[in-house]
């Protein structure tokens, strides 16, 4: 059963009996995929023609964000994603495996290509994010696939047996695509008593006027025991009526507001033991940032830590991880001039 602690919605405790000394688990359902940054250069021609050419790639994507999170909130992480067969994957899968991240349920997907997030030097000279659809059939992109074929329930059934095998109390962390893709998750996860966050960067499509994302039933979001948005995305979900359990807004350099209860980063970082420095530079739209935020507090609520000490922590890995180039958090580029590992 769920317990309210003081000043704060249900969260619930590590179960008597548990040694202390014995790692919680984090099970982290989403997307594996391959970064890119693109060298743009313009052909000429009617119509233009532009080349776009690989500088760097690296391992990116909200499941293996949330895993470096998870890691730092010194929890065992179990990573349950889709790779493809083609030679990124293969470097993701060893890149996520050395960091300490369980990757036996990292599905490599034969005969297709791992997914790919695209961002752009264009000859202008700033750096630009391409937008990014769902991938197509023949590129991996998380737990699924856009058909929900019957590999992919395949997968699906796999994570929930594994879900039945952790201990009440700890945690099933789930972005936003997988959340609306696999609802059968949500309730797998609550027969094993497990504690659920929804890392919803981005939101799932809700219906006009309705509150379920892509299928997903109503009384299944309010069992969620934390949503965690960014501005944009508590707006849409403040439009679409949906409730959660408990509603936690990542406002990027500005702090958190968890239930309307506000956390600056510099009390945060403080409280948890770090150093702010205001002059730093941070990228505070950062979504590899607030994946691992999320990562990071899915780990403190399987400690059983309270809402201002979980908060407090995952403030502190967003701060972290939002001065850190994506391409550098997994031990470095996987190609390019600087594709020596980087462990820090």
């Keep these: 059963m769920s317990r309210a602690p003081e000043g704060g919605a249900a969260v619930r405790p590590v179960p008597h009996g548990v040694p202390e000394a014995r790692a919680r688990t984090v099970v982290v359902a989403g997307a594996v995929l391959v970064g890119r940054l693109l060298e743009v250069t313009a052909l000429g021609g009617v119509p233009a023609q532009y080349l776009a050419a690989p500088i760097y790639t690296w391992v990116d994507g909200a499941g293996a964000a949330a895993a470096v999170g998870v890691r730092a909130g010194r929890a065992q992480v179990v990573l349950a994603a889709d790779v493809g067969d083609d030679e990124e994957g293969r470097a993701c899968l060893e890149r996520l495996t050395a960091a300490g991240i369980d990757t036996t349920h990292l ?200 809402r201002e000490e979980a908060l407090d922590a995952a403030l502190l890995t967003w701060w972290q991880q939002a001065h850190v180039d994506a391409g550098k958090a997994l031990g470095g580029y996987l190609l390019g001039p600087l594709a020596e590992p980087e462990w820090d």
């Design 107 to 306: 599905r490599v997907r034969t005969g297709v290509a791992t997914g790919a997030l695209s961002y752009c030097l264009l000859p202008s000279g700033p750096q630009e994010p391409v937008a990014v659809t769902t991938p197509p059939a023949d590129r991996t992109g998380g737990l699924y696939v856009p058909d929900r074929d019957s590999y992919d329930r395949l997968a699906t059934e796999e994570v929930a047996a594994l879900l039945a095998r952790t201990r009440p109390g700890d945690c099933l962390l789930l972005d936003g695509f997988t959340l609306a893709r696999e609802p059968e998750l949500i309730e797998a996860a609550l027969e094993a008593d497990l504690q659920l966050v929804a890392d919803l960067r981005p939101l799932p499509p809700f219906a006009a006027g309705s509150t379920s994302a892509s299928g997903v039933q109503p009384q299944l979001f309010e069992r969620i025991d934390v949503a965690v948005v960014d501005t944009e995305g508590a707006g849409m979900l403040a439009e679409s009526g949906a409730m959660f359990g408990s509603t936690l807004v990542l406002d990027g350099g500005y702090g958190a507001s968890w239930d309307g209860a506000l956390r600056s980063v510099p009390e945060a970082v403080a409280a948890a033991g770090g150093q702010y420095d205001r002059w730093a530079t941070v990228d505070a739209t950062s979504a590899w940032a607030q994946h691992a935020f999320c990562g990071r507090l899915a780990a403190e609520l399987a400690h059983g830590r309270d």
